[in-house]
């Protein structure tokens, strides 16, 4: 989970969305050290939230039995 969420979460969506928030659409009163800390944060928070969905996604699809037609 921890590698998902590093690739995914902050690699992935966190380090884009801190480089295009930081110097595309900057924030008047966020520096750029604070910047880095809040999308790296809520990319780890995004990619262990997209393990946990899909996780619980596997289990139901995988512990409910399918009805033979």
Known sequence: MLRYALLT???SWGVPM?????FFVPHPRLSVPASAALWLIAGAGFGITTWLVHEYRYHKASSTPHKAD
């Open 18 to 22: 801190f480089v295009t928030m930081t």
């Open 9 to 11: 979460g902050v690699a």
